[in-house]
């Protein structure tokens, strides 16, 4: 198994640039996760999706829209790209189905938006 | 709001000894508490996690301590390697829509 896994891992972007982040997880998950993580601090839920078909907000979704395409994969969009974006992305995936709140994360992308 | 924290930004150690992370939590209703290692330039791993009516869990070199009068957490690392240079996280569920709420991190240095 291959756990989860991100596309790109580096991304440079000029403002108002877009881009889709991807993510794609093989453990037959049902719940996956965008989070961001700035320099020197914790990590903050972008958006979720609890089941395949469903999607909801995080702590700061704004600028940022996400694609739950099948059960195995959670695209993120950065529509027009801004300094603010810069961090790196994480992808998780999770399966309440087990009763477990253990999130897989993957790699990471590392954006930066000049 | 919300929130988890932690007391310590980072945390120095001398090889062989034990660690000691800090964590604070602020929602007396949180049900589930996990701690992950993150490892410079990797995703965050999980280490262990405790339910709310537990006070201690152990794990493989780890030990995790739920006070929850006092809405404290912490982990324990035993002997503590160089292998367990990373930033540690602690988080908490408050609530019953499985979002993990994260606190800031602290980083564990290990002087050889």
């Known amino acids: 198994n291959a756990g989860v896994t991100q596309t790109p891992k580096f991304q440079v972007l000029k403002t108002g640039q877009s881009m889709t982040l991807q993510c794609a997880q093989d453990?037959?998950?049902?719940?996956m996760y965008w989070y961001r993580q700035d320099p020197g601090m914790g990590l903050r839920l972008i958006y979720y999706?609890?089941?395949?078909?469903?999607?909801d907000k995080g702590e700061v979704p704004n600028g940022y829209n996400v694609s739950r395409l099948n059960k195995r994969e959670f695209s993120l969009r950065l529509e027009s790209a801004a300094p603010s974006q810069t961090s790196v992305y994480f992808c998780?995936?999770?399966?309440?189905?087990?009763?477990?709140?253990?999130?897989?994360f993957g790699p990471g992308t590392r954006l930066t938006v000049t | 709001g919300e929130s988890v924290g932690l007391h310590l930004p980072t945390l120095s150690v001398q090889e062989g000894d034990n660690s000691i992370i800090n964590c604070a939590y602020s929602?007396?209703?949180?049900?589930?508490f996990i701690w992950y290692k993150q490892e410079s330039g990797k995703g965050p791993q999980f280490i262990i996690d405790?339910?709310?009516n537990m006070d201690k869990r152990q794990g493989q070199r780890v030990t995790v301590l739920l006070n929850k009068t006092v809405k404290h957490l912490s982990l324990q690392i035993a002997a503590t390697q160089p292998g367990d240079s990373a930033v540690y996280f602690c988080?908490?569920?408050?609530?019953?829509?499985?979002?993990?709420?994260w606190g800031a991190g602290t980083k564990l240095i290990i002087k050889p």
């Open positions: 998780a995936s999770s399966d309440w189905a087990t009763y477990s709140y253990e999130q897989y």
């Open positions: 453990m037959n998950h049902n719940s």
């Open positions: 999706s609890a089941s395949e078909g469903t999607t």
């Open positions: 929602n007396s209703a949180s049900d589930y």
């Open positions: 405790i339910r709310s």
């Open positions: 988080a908490e569920i408050p609530d019953s829509n499985y979002q993990l709420i």
